[in-house]
């Protein structure tokens, strides 16, 4: 798969898999049962199951954006609360997604290091938000996103915790997983470790930064499975039931086969892992924040960035300063190879 | 392609055509803008242009009810009406879409023989709900489908005489074009000719059940190419903003090129009449509306419908007892054949 | 009580009694507790049992608008859909707000005559409208207004007959009873009767146009008692649980005592049947609904409607080209004395 | 006006002048236009326009609650973000109205000593959040609270200061005055030096905490005042349009008369400052913020505490542990001496 060279834009400027674009083709035969009722999504259900290690219920959508607000419509009403943290995804990236899906939700923006919750932090708001007081929003939900917004992971241990706090509530926990191949690999653990048995309730699992052309799923876990006829009303008057739901499907079938989404995601942070060592190694740059899956943010002396911009290196400035480079699993040794040349 | 045979269910569970699959594959070479901001995205707007033979802004989306409830949002607040027929898509199919997405928009449904509004109906409403009476919702869009959902086919003069009666109100008119190609050919007149040269200010343009995997058009026309930038905005906050744009785009493009759209509507029509001339012809059994289209709407006497069903055809009998046969451009002249034998 | 003569535009027009007033300074003493804790929103709400002879849980609004919506928020959600007549106040007068408040529910309208749900048109959209399919907003909800926008009254079987056809569906009854002491007057049965007895989960019983500065009151029977809790909430949520409660409770707790209700219904029903039988004695003069209420709609020669407005009289042409007329409890005997003179 | 001593809950459990009560009953005659159409209604808003030394438009509702999310509803659409204090009423007290009435728009919290917004967190934020991007809601308001909910009061150079920050964009300054009477009596300033003057578009202007039985005003200055129509349609959807709107113009109209809203609101705050003279010369009792209006926030020894509950004192422990005083209109001299009684 060729491309540009040292685009660390994004993974979503990343092309498809070619297995994926495959399976369109084999999908493509004959009529089949429009809106989700095809047997390929039946088996990209089935091997979920296995994968996760439970029983659960999934849907498809084209975009993170979907995913989550869909998964968050059915677990806080307009008058909850959802706790997230300060640079979630969900709260400063969706245009509102979620206010809008879930009738007015409203977010409760959390800080803390490296775009995790701090644990203290999120005890504060819990007492402070009480429960059954008419004038008050209560917390319906916890989100957080693994790999976090600083491309750092939550390890299971450390979703227990914050899960745990939501203890004695009628409050769930999301995970936003646009990119939980690339958290899951750096963390080496099972994905039932790193979800429902952490505590989780429903995981929004991204494909589409991983190999994907457009895919994401919604998965319900046995402790809010009770609502997917709910998600399923909500997928369709968001007009997210796409009629052919089989070419979503398709995707998810070979993006699981053979553990390649697992593969694609220990590429993107293998690259990740050599391009930060890197940059690490350049007089006068820092991390910013411990990289922990396929994303790095470095605080770059000015010279230099301007050095590598005019090498063709792509990346973005975020707001707090820092550069973000983002690998994926088409980012090729020839990539990292030539911004070493540029460095040096 | 092959397929089960004599599936008359609905285009929504025809295959794709190959041509869009490879366009898929052709589209998945290098690192490219996400969004929207591709240059495949770009020649589209550009074809539908020469196409319509306007200036235009358009976008997609995945689904026709995320289409039309994305149209529909720019051109009615939520404190506004929506005139529809009883049996418009929007109103019956889409659960509550238009609802949801406009904030809270009143659908008034409209009567009217064969799925098209009636003349008289509409004038009766115009008059009845006042313009600028704090307590009414005032009147801000007409939808049109074209196709209706009785399969039948508005004329640009039928079309005009409807939004013409708009006139003086700050209302639009919007197309549902799911199935437009097949009106368009049932017309035998201009794209242009059919929607803005009539007064339509939106078009919802159906690529799904005509040969796409799925896309859909929101197409602008100059009279509301103003509120552009708004819906990119409600585009991204529904969740419809694709990452990898890219693919949708590259479905349109294949679709629009060589007149291929025009070519799978014409097909479908052509067996869509030669399968009602079939089914006409059999004692007791009458047509429940004109076909103008890829839809047969039939009274079949019930010993028929069970032949029929015996020898192995799919269709759905419709609320009102009609059966109803959809063709598409997988339709083969085979299918037909079955069903001939089936009917001897 | 002076009145500047021959007012009959509406009943939202006349003065409050002055029982209410007097009540509320007798309420205005002492600190009291804040937002409906006080012992006077509890005494109206045992009153209320009392005369309807059930448990029943309440709380207040100050406008039928809100009251409607706050109502049908807790029966249908936004996916929902709610029957009731093309001519309802919910859907012709409320500027939307049934879709504000239930998040975009979808209002079917029936036709009948009389401001009456035709009980077959009432069948065919249960029948079309299907249960448990996706696509499709199922019936949460069925609304009568009693009295109806054209001033008649559904009697306890015509309530009845209707309520049952929801059976089997998890579908509620709702009441807009912004003139419900009017109809109870009318139909000389029990409140009871009129509403849970006939199948009525939630009444909106209006005092302000009977004589209230501003209350309505939201009571659910028995059958949705467990929403009490959700209502609140939207209620504080809508911003209609006001701070001072006990002024709102007050009007109630004077309105309902020692059948003040009744008896300023009874006299608004006497003095519209005594202006009806006024005009229709006239030569061309037609009534064009049942006169059950406190509202009469005739259909008068220009002329004469002419020579009235001459004399002063005050009424509304209503969209249908008939001329409404409205007395209340402040109606008096030389009103109607004028309006003879006026004819004559 | 008696009351039952020493009641510091909240100035919403304190009755309303008997002079508002008066001047409902001197409203209470004939027949007058409803829905706000009523010269009392015109009177105030000429009031207001003398009072605030400029053109405006206003409209009425019976909470704080309604008017804020009013008021909020025509400066931001549902993809914007209001900025707030993290204390702000609007965020934590109100359940989510803000979010229900905008459509989803999004509160941003900000922190900063004693319930005001800081400068720098306010500027970080306007720096992070970019205009234009369609991804992230931009900002579309700020919402200054004058008391604010720790009791302190803005100077005009303060308002001025943050909204000054806001130039650029098109974001408007809201101020929720709920106790707005007691913040200017304070400052000492004219009305406009403390809105318009330093940035104010709207303003909630409360009169129910300060002598009202139940009303307050969305005060439109010029800079927004062509939102009037929307916001007038947006009263009407939300159920907030009162059909006999002149017992609320009434109120206000009694409430601005020889400045009593400012005599009630100066005896308020008197009564605050003797209060918390008194309980802040106790050993081991600190002010938690600086008493600027009505409300007193200090931190009491446990056992003291308790002594005064016992000896009949009523006040709320907030969540930060502090307990909250609030004196209101009807605070009387005996109620301050009761306490000073109980301290010794």
């Given at each position: 798969m060729p491309n540009d060279g040292m685009n660390f834009l994004s993974d979503t400027t990343a092309p498809a898999h070619p297995a994926l674009i495959d399976a369109l083709a084999r999908a493509n035969t004959d009529f089949v049962p429009s809106y989700g009722a095809d047997t390929l999504s039946a088996r990209v259900e089935t091997r979920l199951k296995e994968i996760f290690e439970t029983d659960l219920k999934c849907l498809f959508a084209i975009s993170g954006t979907a995913s989550n607000a869909l998964a968050l419509s059915v677990l806080c009403p307009g008058h909850g609360a959802i706790l997230c943290h300060d640079e979630a995804h969900i709260h400063r990236d969706e245009r509102g997604a979620p206010e809008f899906y879930t009738g007015g939700g409203k977010l409760i923006p959390l800080r803390g290091d490296h775009a995790k919750i701090d644990g203290e932090e999120l005890d504060r708001y819990l007492t402070e938000i009480p429960e059954g007081f008419v004038h008050t929003a209560p917390v319906r939900a916890l989100s957080l996103s693994n790999l976090t917004e600083s491309g750092t992971a939550y390890s299971p241990d450390e979703v227990r915790a914050h899960t745990a706090r939501l203890a004695g509530r009628p409050a769930f926990a999301h995970m936003d997983g646009a990119r939980f191949a690339n958290a899951l690999v750096n963390q080496g653990c099972t994905p039932a470790a790193l979800t429902w048995k952490a505590g989780i309730d429903v995981l929004c699992l991204g494909a589409t930064k991983n190999g994907a052309l457009g895919a994401e799923a919604v998965i319900l876990f046995p402790s809010v499975m009770d609502r997917f006829e709910e998600l399923q009303v909500r997928q369709k008057r968001g007009g997210h039931m796409a009629p052919k739901m089989r070419f979503l499907a398709a995707q998810f079938d070979a993006w699981l086969e053979d553990d390649r989404w697992l593969d694609l995601a220990a590429h993107a942070n293998r690259q990740a892992s050599d391009l930060a060592a890197l940059l690490a190694a350049q007089p006068g740059v820092t991390l910013?924040?411990?990289?922990?899956?396929n994303e790095i943010f470095v605080r770059l002396p000015e010279n230099l960035a301007g050095t590598l911009r005019e090498a063709g290196a792509q990346f973005y400035t975020w707001p707090d300063g820092s550069s973000r480079f983002v690998t994926s699993w088409a980012t090729q040794d020839n990539d990292i190879a030539a911004l070493r040349d540029a460095l040096s």
């Open positions: 910013a924040h411990p990289v922990e899956g």
